[in-house]
């Protein structure tokens, strides 16, 4: 492999499949974007969302009020690092910054129940060791928690009623294991509560005592085992197949602990919410939907009670069982365009943190003052997209060969579609943008990446392929053993139909994505390499073989899940399978220009897993673009290195479906971007890498 070149201008795989030109800089600083085909034109007339609009930190993001009411916080940019910041919820523009982080934004945050300090937690370069720190409210001091190397920590439970205690998870001791211990946030102390040698994960009540510990089965389903006075019972008074395990488990504890909540899709298709009486063990159900599953609650902030439920099809409808809620989502929906939400609740429940997004104007955040029946503005995430020419996005239900209902979203280019049908006037360009996971979903609403690509020119279609979540078990379990078989073949459909629909041009159709997203690129080029113009691969897996044997170690614990679900490489069948349905072995199938973007410290998807194909495709002769970054992991968490990738995804995609592409500038020289081999191009000018 050629040596890491660092490079200021834009790359592109396309490179050496494109014609020369030649542009001089002054020519590049000049243009607003690099127009280079019809879809450039088409929109030509459209402002340029600049990417650092899209991609670089938000004003604000994160805002919460302390459950006491007394303070707001939020995240927001301190030299160019998204870090912690408070306000008296009295004073709001009396602004406090706490935190000092200068490398990587701190990724997420809480307040201790008892309002004094609040939590966060930080890794390493994209590692996902994640330590848990503290900082006092009124001191300003900071303290690491758990100050231990090679250790990921996770919150285990929380309480109503013991505000100066939480219990964690610490994997110190055995990477695969997460102990349970209790963290007093006065004085630091850990005491540990539960060795573990073998549990996957723990329900805790009120009282921080444990109740429930849960493992993987021979089949691939859960067990539940009851914990009684800090012993696990020999047997599982639960357990689940594989084929419920996604969508069955133990939800929590009414604060009074009589009452224990579970989603449930055992005798059921999707996962309905129930509450088991924990004095007579009987079982009702709460809610359910016959189209997917029951997504998020609301509950009491004192007693804990559910007092709303989602479910989430095309797009997430609450639903109430308590009139007092049902009357303030009404009071709300009556003053806020789109969708919108509760992002945060004082404990006496009269102040919410409501989120808004207004689908085609940048995201806001509001204060609900409900007794004074007040709704003031909190701050605006990105104000510099207020007139930005957003497009709106359109739900849609794909059918698949075999008739399965794939719930899809696509975004049309700015003037394409003047009646708002959701097909254009003339067929556009199309990124499939594929999501990760691969258990996972794709939603409705505000989509940074479909605004970015839409606005240069193409069509960008999301699809939740057989597999994904939220859609109950039969939808998750059609994806069994099917990585680039049906899985693949439903994201074939997709593209089949929105040719055939009028939206997308056949021969301009490209495929992208992270993770599974990634690797269903690779599957693109490879196991149909006449169907896309062209591929962008973030952190995806090439080899299934290797992807399996380098699993982050507190994933041990679930690898029953991967086996039975991809191929087990215990079995001569199942490496076969993993074999077979690794783009790896089929690099020199490729025809169409590939770009692979790759954190260095990646734990989920090693380094390696874009190595190996980049090393394939040379041996084979066949060109690839790929970007390392040193400092990232499973994903690009900085935006520098995020909005650089994109400079440079955007200038690919404008060579191979003709979009525009915002000129490169120093977008890729601020970064910490490695080209690890191509070819650079900017608007026709092929510069090879050393």
């Known amino acids: 492999m050629k040596r890491h070149t660092r490079l200021m201008v834009t790359i592109g795989a396309a490179a050496s499949l494109a014609g020369a030109g030649a542009a001089t800089e002054g020519d590049r600083m000049n243009m607003n974007a690099s127009q280079t085909g019809a879809a450039a034109e088409a929109v030509a007339a459209v402002p340029l969302i600049p990417r650092d609009a899209l991609y670089g930190n938000p004003s604000r993001s994160g805002g919460r009020i302390s459950p006491d009411g007394k303070w707001l916080s939020w995240l927001a940019p301190y030299e160019g690092v998204m870090n912690l910041w408070i306000a008296p919820a009295s004073d709001p523009a009396a602004a406090r910054r706490m935190t000092s982080a200068t490398e990587r934004p701190i990724p997420q945050y809480f307040w201790a129940p008892d309002s004094g300090s609040l939590l966060y937690v930080q890794d390493k370069g994209g590692d996902e060791n994640y330590l848990l720190y503290q900082v006092d409210v009124t001191s300003g001091k900071e303290r690491t928690l758990t100050p231990f190397e090679n250790t990921r920590v996770q919150l285990v439970g929380a309480s109503q009623t013991i505000r100066d205690k939480v219990l964690v998870g610490i994997n110190n001791r055995d990477p695969r294991f997460h102990d349970v211990y209790l963290l007093d946030l006065g004085t630091g102390e850990l005491q540990q509560v539960m060795r573990n040698d073998s549990y996957a994960g723990f329900l805790a009540d009120d009282s921080l005592t444990l109740r429930w510990a849960l493992r993987q089965n021979a089949a691939g389903g859960n067990d539940m085992f009851e914990i009684t006075d800090g012993k696990v019972a020999e047997t599982p008074r639960e357990s689940t197949t594989m084929e419920d395990a996604l969508t069955t488990t133990v939800a929590g504890y009414t604060t009074d602990g009589k009452t224990l909540y579970w989603l449930d899709s055992r005798g059921r298709n999707t996962a309905a919410l129930v509450a088991e009486n924990t004095d007579t063990g009987e079982k009702r159900v709460i809610a359910e939907s016959d189209k997917a599953d029951i997504g998020g609650t609301m509950q009491d902030t004192r007693t804990g009670e559910v007092q709303a439920y989602s479910v989430y099809h095309t797009t997430n409808q609450w639903h109430f069982l308590d009139p007092e809620i049902e009357q303030a989502f009404a009071w709300l929906d009556e003053r806020l365009e789109g969708d919108f939400g509760v992002q945060s609740r004082t404990d006496d429940d009269s102040k919410w943190v409501v989120w808004n997004d207004p689908l085609t104007a940048p995201s806001k955040v509001y204060l609900y003052d409900r007794p004074a029946g007040t709704l003031t503005e909190f701050y605006s995430a990105r104000p510099e997209l207020v007139g930005a020419p957003l497009q709106p996005m359109h739900p849609r239900e794909i059918p698949a060969r075999d008739g399965l209902a794939l719930v899809s979203y696509l975004t049309l280019p ?197 190595d190996q194909i980049v090393g394939a495709m040379q041996e084979a002769g066949v060109p690839v673009t790929y970007v390392l970054f040193p400092d990232e992991g499973h994903g690009f968490a900085r935006p520098e290195n995020n909005i650089a990738f994109n400079a440079v995804a955007e200038n690919f995609l404008a060579t191979c479906l003709g979009g525009r592409a915002e000129p490169i500038g120093e977008a890729v020289d601020k970064s910490t971007a490695e080209i690890v081999t191509g070819a650079v191009h900017v608007k026709g000018l092929r510069v090879p890498v050393e």
């Open 414 to 610: 700015p003037g394409s579609d003047p009646d708002g049908d959701g097909v254009p006037d003339k067929s556009v360009p199309l990124v499939l943008l594929v999501h990760g996971g691969p258990w996972a979903r794709d939603a409705y609403g505000f989509n940074r990446a479909h605004q970015w690509l839409a606005n240069r020119g193409y069509g960008v279609l999301s699809v939740n392929f057989r597999g994904s979540t939220g859609f109950g078990k039969d939808f998750i379990n059609a994806g069994n053993l099917e990585w680039a078989g049906k899985m693949h073949d439903d994201l074939i459909d997709a593209v089949d139909w929105a040719v055939a629909q009028g939206v997308a041009q056949k021969d301009k159709v490209a495929i992208m994505g992270g993770s599974y997203g990634g690797y269903a690129t690779l599957v693109g080029l490879t196991f149909t390499p006449e169907t896309f113009a062209c591929g962008v691969d973030i952190v995806g897996p090439s080899n299934l073989e290797t992807l399996l044997e380098t699993i982050p170690p507190y994933w041990a614990p679930m690898v029953k899940q991967f086996h039975e679900r991809m191929g087990n490489p215990e079995t001569p069948a199942g490496q076969q399978m993993l074999k077979d349905r690794s783009p790896l072995y089929k690099a020199a199938a490729i025809k169409k220009p590939l770009l692979i973007g790759q954190g260095a410290n990646d734990p989920r998807v090693k380094q390696s897993e874009s």
